[in-house]
């Protein structure tokens, strides 16, 4: 998982102990996985985050997620990765291979 905190505004990142004025980008879909369509939903997010008084903005894709390029090549961003686990009860489950898709707001 790999998470991107955006920034188009050439803000610094505060000071220790100060608060981070982020938005979280999330439920991000796109059919087709169109890297245009998600070019202008980024621009527009973007947008309304700065009309907000906000200087980043905090987006979330697997590894392997097509869509992840368009934030890596398109942005200033800073990334972060997480680790996913998946937890199985008495009876051990095979994943199927999709994509996961979870929350960057949760992680």
């Not at 608060?19 to 621009?43: C, E, F, K, M, N």
């Not at 680790?83 to 707001?105: C, M, N, S, T, W």
């Amino acid at each position: 998982m790999v998470a991107a905190l955006l920034n188009w505004f050439g803000a610094s990142l505060p000071a220790v102990g100060q608060p981070l004025a982020q938005a979280y980008l999330s439920h991000v879909g796109v059919d087709g996985d169109d890297p245009r369509v998600l070019g202008t939903l980024l621009a527009a997010a973007m947008g309304d985050a700065r009309r907000a008084g906000l200087d980043y903005a905090t987006i979330g894709f697997a590894a392997r997620h097509p869509l992840s390029e368009v934030v890596r090549r398109g942005y200033r961003c800073r990334e972060y990765a997480s680790i996913l686990y998946a937890v199985h009860g008495d009876k051990p489950q095979v994943l199927d291979g999709r994509i996961p898709h979870p929350e960057v707001a949760l992680l």
